[in-house]
């Protein structure tokens, strides 16, 4: 699957863009399945006990042999290649269910912003298993925004989020909401200012699935260190078959990251 010139065009100028399908219905089954079996409330929580806590897990493609096997399916490797460089590392995966009277929600922040600036703009896929809007705890993004870079990050809880903006709840100039029905696949830069509000429906899960994706010669700015404990999913142009990486990914030292 490819962007066309138009589409590639929205995408450079917002930030972000729904590509709709492209896994199949049994595709999506297992996924779900897969998902469902590891994001629980008895693996792993965010939010607050005051406006409710949700599930999430992170690095699923360590946790599921069938999940990881997604990580360099042909549509999703064929979008980061056109987007992201002929090279191309799985820098993380993520499952969140905003779940139903979860109020609690991640404030304004950029992608980045938990890297601390140690890495080059990369590509984030999200995955709605459900339909997700705001009433379900779906997103607001700032179209545009990546086109300014990062901004100054501070830990809140234990999410990054942009330090120039209040804890009031205000929303960002220009925000939107970025609406998806189930089986669709939204992609944004990981410059984009975005947040994912609580869930206040009485029935309805928002259930994504966060894949993002890194140039394969990625390195912290800061130290110079290659991320080569990432996998590879895409070399020289081609898919790989086999995700594999050079040193292996410590999951006990990589337990959250961003939603």
Known sequence: MRLTDEQ???????????????FDEA?????GGEYDR????????????????????????????????????????????QLVGPDLRCWWDQG???????????????????????????????LALDDSDLENGGLLVVPGSQASGLRAHELRGVHWVISDIDESGADEPGAVSLEAKAGELLIFS???????????????????????????????????ELYDNRAWVARAGQRVEEPWSERRFDLAHNA???G
């Open 8 to 22: 590639l065009a929205s995408f450079r100028r917002d930030g972000f863009y729904n590509v709709g399908r492209v």
């Open 27 to 31: 595709e999506l089954a297992e996924i």
């Open 38 to 81: 590891l994001v629980t409330t008895d693996s792993q929580t965010l939010g607050n006990d005051r406006d409710g806590r949700y599930p999430y897990r992170a690095m699923m493609q360590f946790r599921s042999p069938v999940l990881r096997s997604y990580i360099n399916h042909p549509a999703l490797i064929e979008l980061g290649l």
């Open 96 to 126: 969140i269910n905003k779940s139903p009277g979860a109020g609690s929600h991640i404030d304004w922040h950029q992608d980045n912003g938990y890297q601390s600036g140690s890495l080059p703009e990369y590509l984030t896929f999200w």
């Open 190 to 224: 990981s410059l984009l200012v975005h947040k994912t509000v609580g869930n206040h429906s009485a029935d309805r899960q928002r259930r994504a699935w966060v894949i993002q994706y890194a140039r394969g010669d990625a390195s912290n700015a800061e130290t110079g």
């Open 256 to 258: 959250l990251d961003e």
